[in-house]
């Protein structure tokens, strides 16, 4: 039996699995701090909680790759350049949330209608969508000595 960890697929879903349980934590307690100790609720507690936890997320992400360079001294963009393209990243994220608030009563029943475990195609198309921003800094991120010679 050989050890699955070896193994390119397995590493990558553990490492965005640790990505997202770091990201959590402190996500949630600044939810927790936001809506008890400020009275915040809705969206004005949900995006400030999701832009820590997408950062978070991002840069744990693609620190912990194998081959990562991120803040260290052979990788040659600056801690303003990585702060503006994540600034610009965590933007298009944030605006997925109320671009498809807008575009849900324009949508067909059909993307709209919920199953038995109470998500929809909509969900999963925003859902997707978020993925796709997510990996795409990610992979911009995580400059590698191989990428940069």
């Not at 070896?6 to 927790?32: C, D, E, M, N, Q």
């Amino acid at each position: 039996m050989s050890n699955p960890f070896r193994s390119s697929y397995y590493r990558g879903r553990l490492k965005f699995g640790a990505a997202v349980l770091i990201a959590l934590l402190p996500s949630y307690l600044l939810f927790l701090l936001l809506n008890s100790g400020f009275g915040l609720e809705g969206r004005a507690a949900w995006y400030p909680c999701g832009g820590l936890f997408y950062t978070i997320a991002v840069f744990v992400n693609a620190y912990i790759d194998d081959r990562s360079i991120l803040f260290s001294r052979k990788d040659g963009r600056s801690v303003v350049k990585l702060a503006l393209v994540h600034m610009c990243f965590l933007t298009v994220f944030l605006l997925l949330f109320p671009v498809a608030d807008i575009l849900k009563p324009r949508l067909p029943h059909e993307l709209l209608a919920e199953d038995r475990r109470g998500g929809s195609w909509a969900l999963l198309l925003l859902v997707g969508a978020a993925c796709i921003v997510f990996f795409v800094e990610e992979s911009w991120l995580a400059a590698t000595k191989r990428r940069n010679r």
